[in-house]
T-cell receptor, first 113, second 121 residues
Framework: GNSVTQMEGPVTLSEEAFLTINCTYT??????LFWYVQYPGEGLQLLLK?????DKGSNKGFEATYRKETTSFHLEKGSVQVSDSAVYFC????????????FGGGTRVLVKP | EAGVAQSPRYKIIEKRQSVAFWCNPI?????LYWYQQILGQGPKLLIQ????????DSQLPKDRFSAERLKGVDSTLKIQPAKLEDSAVYLC???????????????????FGPGTRLTVL
């Protein structure tokens, strides 16, 4: 079956530091890949996505590139802010229904001023 | 545009009691999902509806969990009887109609509600 593995947190950074969250996946076909973010007290929100190999998703200064050869979709941001403190989830979607999401365990990020 | 609504936001019950959660999806969204998110883990799909039909309920513990989506709009998820391990956040999400194109699934963004935090004592 499909699975997503991401680095465990918490990740604690200072403001303006570089952030990387590793994500690798296992899938039988051609998944689409996503990063979701959950800010404190809020619901899950789609941060970015990539639907095929070598696609780069980007939003709010975050980027992730779909690497089929390494089955990875690492999230990066060059300069984090306190407002980026949240839990980040890597996910994939595959299958005939097209919309079923399989999530990783989440990585909590805390950015200190 | 109004988002996905869920109620209640919090619920505390004793084990073996029953509980029900309600979800109202975004208007026009044919597909509705219920996820269970245990503390420290990612959300796990329990059931997916397309209009008022079930698409996937393979991970729904059917001996105690049930869900319905009458009229293809609102949905309720029920647990009867609850166990300690059911303590989690229950998330509802909705999306435009999920489907296929060229033999490949087409992903339509899922929009999530705020969730209901259930504590079973």
């Amino acid at each position: 079956g499909n699975s997503v593995t991401q680095m465990e947190g918490p990740v604690t950074l200072s403001e303006e530091a570089f952030l990387t969250i590793n994500c690798t996946y296992t899938a039988t076909g051609y998944p689409s890949l996503f990063w979701y973010v959950q800010y404190p007290g809020e619901g899950l929100q789609l941060l970015l996505k990539a639907t095929k190999a070598d696609d780069k998703g980007s939003n709010k200064g975050f980027e992730a590139t779909y690497r089929k050869e390494t089955t990875s979709f690492h999230l990066e941001k060059g300069s984090v802010q306190v407002s980026d403190s949240a839990v980040y989830f890597c996910a994939l979607s595959e299958g005939a229904a097209g919309n079923k999401l399989t999530f990783g365990g989440g990585t909590r990020v805390l950015v200190k001023p | 545009e109004a988002g996905v609504a869920q109620s209640p936001r919090y619920k505390i019950i004793e084990k073996r009691q029953s509980v029900a959660f309600w979800c109202n999806p975004i208007s026009g969204h044919a597909t509705l999902y219920w996820y269970q998110q245990i503390l420290g883990q990612g959300p796990k799909l329990l059931i997916q509806f397309q209009n008022n039909g079930v698409v996937d309920d393979s991970q729904l513990p059917k001996d105690r969990f049930s869900a319905e989506r009458l009229k293809g709009v609102d949905s309720t998820l029920k647990i009867q009887p609850a166990k300690l391990e059911d303590s989690a956040v229950y998330l509802c999400a909705s999306s435009l109609l999920a489907g296929l194109a060229g033999g490949r699934g087409i992903y339509n963004e899922q929009f999530f509600g705020p969730g209901t935090r259930l504590t079973v004592l």
